[in-house]
């Protein structure tokens, strides 16, 4: 059944309706949104906006849902009066214009998936939606039911101090109408991350987790979770050509197993090569891949090397693209859950095995280091931050309400938990080295063959969990970072500064999680 506003905003436009990937890739080329490369793959520019628009996000505050919000920094409020003026603008501006429809689900499971119909102003937002979310088969959309209606009109700029926002971009979540309203930016990235937040708000009511991570399984039916923000290393470390891919970004874990919440990836390209990343690499290469924001020369070459546009360079393709897919969305309870950081400050162990509680506490903290570019405002130089549940701008309820689902899965399914570093060693951010992805994927493969249980172990001084002391092929001296530093009293100093940010963070936490978690964080000595 139609939403009544889809009906008015749609009235007089003129309204393509689930067009192909194929056919959307042809209208966006011939309307010049996009140039294709010399292999096929749409380039498309998304100017001012090449990130999120954290600061302009909104949930309008009313009565059926208000109390299940958890009301802050990343989830603020706006009056219905407010919400309203925006909507009659967007149907205004709807007014006889070209728009593309699509019906598509958040969430491969049909148990647990959200019919949301998708309203674009530009073929290539539909393309990339299309990519990212899940394609209900020809049976389905016989009798498919939306539930939610995205609408991105990127080209309609609001007057801030009119409708009660921060600037001409909005992206405002209404629960009670069923319905988002997207305005003043080309980044797509908003289309998938609000179908991400939706999951996150309804699936704990029925007892799944839903996550930001990615999710890999092995030839023995062994999964692992990958939790972590942008930038720490999810689409790289879990395109894996010995395990497969069951999706890079977002899941679900019910009581049935592991599901996707969607149909494709969405990969940062900032110095991709094809040696370290062939499965990627190979997607660039596809006809109606979408290639955000990467500079090509005349003749169609993309260098993905260049950032002068941005750092936070995009391809969004489907999962089809990667080999050996786990094209059901569906998979086992994982064995390994992989908790994935990019330490600036360098102090982190390359790896690190976790208690429960210890997880529990690292959940919650979330930290990490914001990579330049996946947000609009960032500097140059990432900047150390902790973000809750590794996600906290896409989860609307209390970050204690996903720790305490995540820690009865754990306890429930017997999973182990590591802490993974991709960050820096041998310094801080611009002074150390970058951990090398060869070394990562090593560590990464040793923990999930299950070879680190029978190797010796140590303490680490700075945070209480237990670090390997030797892994084979990997040089023992980056598992203790102190030891890669030379001068060891900055070693010292710097780490006695990350503790104090970690103790500081989490005294949001404390009067929730018991003394097992408290007292599970970095220990000052």
């Given at each position: 059944?139609?939403?009544?506003?889809?009906?008015?905003?749609?009235?007089?436009?003129?309204?393509?309706?689930?067009?192909?990937?194929?056919?959307?890739?042809?209208?966006?080329?011939?309307?010049?949104?996009?140039?294709?490369?010399?292999?096929?793959?749409?380039?498309?520019?998304?100017?001012?906006?090449?990130?999120?628009?954290?600061?302009?996000?909104?949930?309008?505050?009313?009565?059926?849902?208000?109390?299940?919000?958890?009301?802050?920094?990343?989830?603020?409020?706006?009056?219905?009066?407010?919400?309203?003026?925006?909507?009659?603008?967007?149907?205004?501006?709807?007014?006889?214009?070209?728009?593309?429809?699509?019906?598509?689900?958040?969430?491969?499971?049909?148990?647990?998936?959200?019919?949301?119909?998708?309203?674009t102003e530009f073929a290539w937002h539909g393309l990339f939606a299309r990519h990212l979310l899940v394609r209900p088969t020809a049976e389905e959309l016989k009798d498919y039911s939306s539930e939610f209606t995205i609408i991105n009109f990127p080209n309609l700029k609001l007057d801030p101090s009119t409708y009660g926002i921060n600037s001409e971009t909005v992206?405002?979540?209404?629960?009670?109408?069923?319905?988002?309203?997207?305005?003043?930016?080309?980044?797509?990235?908003?289309?998938?991350?609000?179908?991400?937040?939706?999951?996150?708000?309804?699936?704990?009511?029925?007892?799944?987790?839903?996550?930001?991570?990615?999710?890999?399984?092995?030839?023995?039916?062994?999964?692992?979770?990958?939790?972590?923000?942008?930038?720490?290393?999810?689409?790289?470390?879990?395109?894996?050509p010995n395990r497969s891919l069951l999706g890079d970004d977002e899941h679900g874990w019910s009581d049935d197993g592991l599901f996707n919440f969607e149909g494709g990836c969405y990969a940062k390209l900032i110095k991709l090569s094809e040696e370290a990343e062939p499965e990627i690499f190979a997607t660039t290469q596809m006809k109606t891949t979408v290639i955000?924001?990467?500079?090509?020369?005349?003749?169609?070459?993309?260098?993905?090397?260049?950032?002068?546009?941005?750092?936070?360079?995009?391809?969004?393709?489907?999962?089809?693209?990667?080999?050996?897919?786990?094209?059901?969305?569906?998979?086992?309870?994982?064995?390994?859950?992989?908790?994935?950081?990019?330490?600036?400050?360098?102090?982190?162990?390359?790896?690190?095995?976790?208690?429960?509680?210890?997880?529990?506490?690292?959940?919650?903290?979330?930290?990490?280091?914001?990579?330049?570019?996946?947000?609009?405002?960032?500097?140059?130089?990432?900047?150390?931050?902790?973000?809750?549940?590794?996600?906290?701008?896409?989860?609307?309820?209390?970050?204690?309400?996903?720790?305490?689902?995540?820690?009865?899965?754990?306890?429930?399914?017997?999973?182990?938990?590591?802490?993974?570093?991709?960050?820096?060693?041998?310094?801080?951010?611009?002074?150390?080295?970058?951990?090398?992805?060869?070394?990562?994927?090593?560590?990464?493969?040793?923990?999930?063959?299950?070879?680190?249980?029978?190797?010796?172990?140590?303490?680490?001084?700075?945070?209480?969990?237990?670090?390997?002391?030797?892994?084979?092929?990997?040089d023992s001296s980056i598992l203790n970072p102190r030891k890669t530093w030379s001068d060891t009293s900055a070693y010292d100093a710097q780490a006695h500064k990350l503790i104090n940010m970690f103790i500081e963070n989490f005294k949001k936490f404390e009067s929730d999680v018991d003394d097992n978690i408290k007292f599970s964080g970095p220990i000052v000595n």
């Open positions: 059944m139609e939403n009544p506003i889809n009906n008015k905003i749609l009235s007089t436009a003129t309204v393509s309706r689930n067009l192909s990937s194929d056919e959307l890739y042809d209208v966006a080329l011939n309307k010049g949104e996009g140039k294709a490369s010399k292999h096929g793959a749409l380039v498309v520019n998304t100017g001012k906006k090449t990130g999120r628009s954290a600061n302009d996000k909104f949930f309008v505050k009313e009565p059926n849902h208000q109390n299940n919000i958890h009301w802050g920094e990343t989830n603020v409020p706006i009056s219905p009066e407010n919400f309203d003026k925006i909507l009659k603008a967007f149907e205004a501006y709807a007014q006889e214009k070209e728009l593309y429809v699509h019906d598509l689900l958040g969430g491969a499971d049909r148990n647990f998936s959200l019919p949301v119909t998708i309203i992206i405002v979540i209404n629960l009670d109408k069923k319905l988002i309203l997207i305005g003043g930016t080309e980044y797509a990235g908003e289309t998938k991350k609000s179908v991400f937040t939706l999951l996150n708000y309804f699936l704990p009511e029925r007892n799944t987790m839903p996550m930001h991570c990615s999710v890999n399984t092995g030839k023995d039916g062994d999964s692992a979770i990958f939790f972590g923000l942008s930038g720490t290393g999810k689409t790289t470390l879990s395109a894996d955000e924001n990467v500079v090509m020369s005349s003749d169609g070459d993309l260098d993905f090397d260049d950032s002068s546009i941005t750092e936070n360079t995009r391809g969004a393709y489907p999962l089809d693209f990667i080999p050996g897919v786990t094209m059901s969305g569906k998979t086992t309870h994982p064995k390994n859950i992989i908790m994935l950081t990019a330490d600036a400050f360098g102090i982190l162990p390359p790896i690190s095995k976790l208690t429960p509680a210890q997880a529990m506490y690292h959940f919650l903290s979330g930290y990490t280091a914001k990579v330049a570019g996946t947000e609009m405002g960032l500097g140059s130089e990432p900047s150390a931050t902790f973000s809750t549940c590794f996600g906290a701008p896409f989860m609307p309820r209390n970050p204690i309400e996903y720790g305490n689902l995540l820690k009865k899965k754990i306890s429930d399914f017997k999973v182990d938990c590591w802490l993974v570093n991709t960050g820096w060693s041998g310094g801080v951010y611009g002074v150390g080295e970058r951990i090398s992805i060869k070394n990562t994927r090593r560590l990464l493969n040793e923990a999930l063959s299950g070879n680190l249980s029978n190797v010796e172990m140590r303490k680490d001084e700075n945070f209480g969990f237990i670090v390997p002391m030797t892994v084979d092929g990997v």
